[in-house]
């Protein structure tokens, strides 16, 4: 009688060491490198399952599993299989593979209801349009550069925001501001950006963009302080006129210290009624909303289409 661990006839058995009766079903034990995992003997042959397995045997092992092709330790994390071309997710705790949306790692997936493929790219879900990262189909939050167009996704559903929502969300983000004295410099220095000494306004128009989360519709991220910086980027780019929309930025030209330079001063539009055009901004020693100031230089229009 054989007891213990048994190779035969290009398979893997297991049988009690006391009784020597045979091991079937799921089994936690030592294998072959020395750890401890769940493995699987078959039903009715008693073999070790290697592979992609579906288990039909109890109410709590029915359904895909997968067993490393060299120990048969059953997988509890993401696994690619080659033969279907898709990669699925085996749960942490139960080892089944898994479908529709699960929050994993602090992250949030979609596998298909029919295959548990991970899902890629976009994809409608709950009356929302989220977007699926394609190497690692890990849902987007925040801002977002797409085959070359810029997205915000909610940071908390993943939904796509519209523009209309993405200039509402900057807009309070600037009025929350209004009558505080944050500062707006050092935040900008403390993520890596260039500060402009001459004065706070730029500063603030990147707190704004930022503390929404918007970094990427602000030059694409660029962090610096000074105004010319900013007007350069979007003037060489085109994005810049005289027409004024809210969500814009508004430049000025005063001279002074930035004689030869192509702006001096900014602001974001936050209102434009009837010709009458507001703006929020950091000046005179205040971040408030007012209307703009006479002299602009051009209003720089973000990609928020």
Known sequence: MVKGDDNRYNASYHFDEKTGEMTKGVYYRTISDGTKAW???????GKMAHGERYLNYDKNHTGWYYFDPHTGAMAHDFVYLRKADKWVYYDKYT????????????GWYYMDPITGAL?????????????????????FHGGAIIDGRHYFFDPYTGAKYSKQQIIDRLINSARSQIGKH???PGTLAANGGLICPYGPCMSFVWYAFHTAGLDIFLCDGAKTGWPHHN????ASRGRVDLSPHPGDIVFWQFGGWANGL????AGIVVSVNHGRVRIIDAANDNIAERNAYNGVKGY???YYD
């Open 300 to 302: 720089a229009h973000p």
């Open 231 to 234: 007007y350069d980027w979007y």
């Open 262 to 265: 192509s702006a001096s001063h």
């Open 182 to 184: 944050p500062d707006c």
């Open 39 to 45: 493995v699987y003997y078959d039903w009715v042959t």
């Open 119 to 139: 899902a890629k790219g976009w994809k409608k879900l709950k009356g929302k349009q989220v977007y699926y990262d394609l190497t690692s189909s890990r849902m």
């Open 95 to 106: 080892g089944q593979m898994l479908y529709g949306e699960h929050c994993i790692n602090n």
